[in-house]
């Protein structure tokens, strides 16, 4: 039994400090592939990734599959691919996953993790703070378990932020842009005429089933009530199942980091509405 005072102070998290060659934030298949391959090379890596699996958008909780080089947008890539660890994971995973089950896929990524002896994985650990040596150079990035309340200290020579939304490279003082630039900056024959603020939006997958017999559903009480508030809502019909609603998205011009649990609630509210 452990037992302790009470102490008027408060008490620091329990904190851990890690030292090697590379640290890396974000565990999807970038940050998992660097890792690996860094790993490969010789260097002590870190590896911290704020959700439960591997993966990111290709893990089990989104279940994005990957595409690369091949993609589907009517280009024609079939015989394309890429080679490297990527091209090893791909191949394992259809050995060992035929089916394509997403949650094999997760377990596939962290086999190929755990197997190299150079990587410390940290899973459930977000990246919350970075500290500098100078105004060049990052010296350690905090980062916070919240399954084991530990807070990690992070020291490497180098760091790579693979987080997706640019956590430590923001938190460094490093440039940055938010929206699409206008077509004469760069000289781009398709972007816009100027800057209009749009952001990509956010879908959430969902998943449908026919059953083959009608199934009662009560929406939650914070679903869209008038299904004409979205613009192509007379696409919606009830003979679309699986995950063929993927497109259904909110955002635009919402701040896709700062304010995307907004838009996840928007999300939830219309695809309730949308099944309902």
């Known amino acids: 039994m452990l037992s302790e005072p009470f102490s008027p102070e408060a008490r620091p998290p329990k904190t851990t400090r890690i030292d090697a060659d590379l640290v890396i934030v974000g565990g999807g298949l970038a940050g998992t592939c660097a890792a690996i391959t860094a790993a490969r090379a010789g260097l002590k890596v870190a590896l911290a990734q704020d959700r439960p699996v591997l993966g990111g958008n290709a893990s089990s909780e989104v279940r994005l599959w990957a595409l690369g080089a091949t993609s589907h947008m009517n280009n024609n890539n079939r015989w394309a691919r890429e080679g490297g660890v990527i091209d090893e994971i791909l191949v394992e995973n259809m050995y060992r996953n035929k089916e394509g089950n997403a949650l094999i896929f997760d377990t596939v990524l962290l086999e190929k993790v755990v197997s190299e002896e150079n990587i410390t994985l940290l899973l459930n650990t977000a990246a919350v703070s970075v500290s500098k040596s ?27 932020d693979a987080s997706g939304d640019g956590i430590v490279a923001f938190q460094a003082g490093a440039a ?6 206008s077509r004469e900056e760069f000289g781009e024959k398709f972007a816009p005429s100027e800057e209009y603020g749009y952001l990509l939006g956010h879908s959430i997958y969902f998943y449908t089933k026919d059953i083959g017999e009608p199934v009662k559903f009560v929406p939650p009480s914070y679903a869209l009530d008038d299904i004409t508030e979205i613009p192509r809502f007379r696409s919606f019909n009830t003979a679309i199942d699986g995950c063929r609603l993927w497109w259904i998205e909110y955002g635009g011009r919402l701040d896709t980091v700062h304010e995307t649990e907004t838009i996840k609630w928007q999300l939830w509210k219309v695809v309730y509405g949308v099944w309902n």
């Open 176 to 181: 940055f842009r938010m929206g699409a630039e």
């Open 134 to 160: 100078d105004g060049e150079t990052i010296e350690s990035v905090t980062a916070f378990c919240s399954q084991n309340s530990t807070q990690y200290e992070l020291y490497a020579p180098l760091f790579c």
